[in-house]
């Protein structure tokens, strides 16, 4: 199982979410946080834009990674929102976002938090994983490709 699936579950995987930006998109993740996993929604949003006016989470192509530390988080968490019409997120080749992977981590969580970030980078660089998840019309199938998908292992 690759690091994200271990902290993503299927309840955490939401599409053709209705946010029109940015803020929006951050209020949901909030929502399903609190709702899911009894996370202060104000802490996640908070959070998450504390990350994001140290430099765009975009990654380009239509797919961004927002993420943040939260004080009193035991275990890292993930969810998956993709919203019905792109938004607007300064990505480095300005192309609208539609796939969010957000994550969550502990405050003191350092390379876990860059493992599982570099993994979720390294799924969504597959382009026909990517363009999968950019339209697949169930939440389910969503992820089940993420929890089926193999990371590159690594000869170090």
Same mark, same amino acid.
């Given at each position: 199982? $690759? !690091? *994200?699936? %271990?902290?993503?579950? %299927?309840?955490n +995987?939401?599409?053709? /979410?209705?946010? #029109? #930006?940015?803020?929006r998109?951050?209020?949901?993740?909030? &929502? *399903?946080?609190? $709702?899911?996993?009894? +996370?202060? =929604?104000?802490?996640?949003?908070? $959070?998450?834009?504390?990350? @994001?006016r140290?430099?765009?989470?975009?990654?380009?192509?239509?797919?961004a990674?927002?993420?943040? =530390?939260?004080?009193?988080?035991? $275990?890292p *968490?993930?969810?998956?929102? =993709?919203? %019905?019409?792109?938004?607007a997120?300064?990505?480095?080749?300005?192309?609208?976002v539609?796939?969010m992977?957000?994550?969550?981590?502990?405050?003191?969580?350092t390379? !876990?938090?860059?493992?599982? &970030? #570099? @993994?979720? %980078?390294?799924l969504?660089?597959?382009?026909?994983?990517?363009e !999968?998840?950019k339209?697949?019309?169930?939440?389910a199938? /969503?992820?089940?490709?993420?929890s089926?998908?193999?990371?590159?292992?690594?000869?170090?």
């Amino acid at each position: 199982m $690759n !690091r *994200l699936a %271990a902290i993503l579950p %299927a309840s955490n +995987v939401l599409v053709q /979410v209705d946010a #029109s #930006s940015k803020k929006r998109a951050f209020e949901q993740a909030g &929502l *399903l946080f609190e $709702n899911q996993h009894a +996370v202060a =929604r104000a802490t996640v949003t908070d $959070n998450l834009f504390a990350r @994001e006016r140290l430099g765009s989470t975009g990654l380009g192509h239509g797919v961004a990674i927002p993420h943040g =530390r939260i004080k009193g988080l035991k $275990n890292p *968490l993930a969810a998956v929102i =993709r919203v %019905a019409q792109p938004i607007a997120f300064e990505a480095p080749d300005d192309e609208l976002v539609s796939l969010m992977i957000f994550l969550l981590v502990p405050e003191a969580a350092t390379q !876990r938090h860059l493992e599982i &970030l #570099s @993994e979720i %980078a390294e799924l969504l660089s597959d382009r026909d994983l990517r363009e !999968r998840l950019k339209t697949e019309p169930e939440a389910a199938k /969503v992820h089940e490709l993420i929890s089926r998908w193999e990371p590159l292992k690594s000869v170090a």
